[in-house]
């Protein structure tokens, strides 16, 4: 069977398990949840096509050992963060596998610890992290070395430390240079959301839509590589992100008050504005990668907020917490067609 989908039910059962616990059983019950995930993370094998990327990183990880002085970080292509990241790692073991060990580690424990400490349903924020296929994704070591770097960053948004918070934007930024992008998500905090701005919103990412093509040589600025114009699908994930903005607003208008629910709205409906350009430009459903992550918490949360009602029965609060959970495994199985190959097969 699919380790992914094995993954899934035991994360189900562990969401079930958390709630019937006080706080320190709730934090094991978590920590095994993650230490499940980081297992699938780590053990995988180089060669699983499940995890994008992860080969064009390896073959470079054995070129960087070549590298003996600063001249040779600094002419290479790709961002500084990740060449010397990857340079500390060969000191230490050259093997692929200690590769995507180390750095597994590095991006998943800062996840995890964001996720514990703003969400409140942690093991359904684990569930939609498996779902949408952002386990996967982090074999694309650059950004989510960034992204890792970025989780520590929402404290000082909501501190209002600009400071702190763009020294950890510009370390992100050593990683991967579209981190920038995350400076947006500091001013984000104080916008309120009325239906005027949605609406206005939703025409603007339809307006993107048409004009893409003429907008793709001001995006290449900003990559690595010169891209043409492509479509690659994004359809789904356009479709997706506007339903959750839709129905978050509909359903917990009343929470947008608070800093952390309001902070993570805001940042997937800027991504589902801007979802429409991958149409043209297919690579940019990674630069909005930054802002819609964060629906590992704002759906965890909508989910919470709805429970909480006072118009929420029990049972209303079963079917809306089991119509949520068969959402999330049919966007699995999207997803996550083929097999898990571990590192020992």
Known sequence: MNIYIVEFFLLCFNALLYGTLERKGKRNVYILSCLEILLIAICRSPADPNWPDTQTYLNWFDHFASFTSWKQFVNFSWEPGIIFTSKVIGMFSNTP??????????????????????????????????????????????????????????KYVYKRDFKRFILLVTLAFLFHRTAILFLLVYFMYNIKVTLKKLIIGFCVSIGLIFMGESLLPILNRFARIKWDTSFNGGISL???????????????????????????FNMVLFAAILQSLSFTFSIWSRAILYFYMILIILLPNTLYNINNQDYRSRRGSIAVNSLFVCLMFLWLLTDCQKEYIAVWQ
């Open 97 to 154: 596998q200690t590769y995507i060990v180390v750095l597994g580690i590095i991006i998943l424990v800062p996840v995890f610890t964001m996720i514990w400490k703003y969400s409140k349903y942690p093991c359904i924020s684990l569930i939609v992290f498996i779902s949408m296929n952002f386990l996967t994704l982090t074999s694309i070591y650059r950004q989510w070395c960034a992204i890792a770097i970025l989780m520590y960053s929402f």
């Open 238 to 264: 356009y479709a997706v992100l506007w339903i959750v903005v839709v129905f978050s607003y509909i359903l917990c208008r009343k929470y947008m008050q608070e800093d952390s629910y309001r902070l993570s």
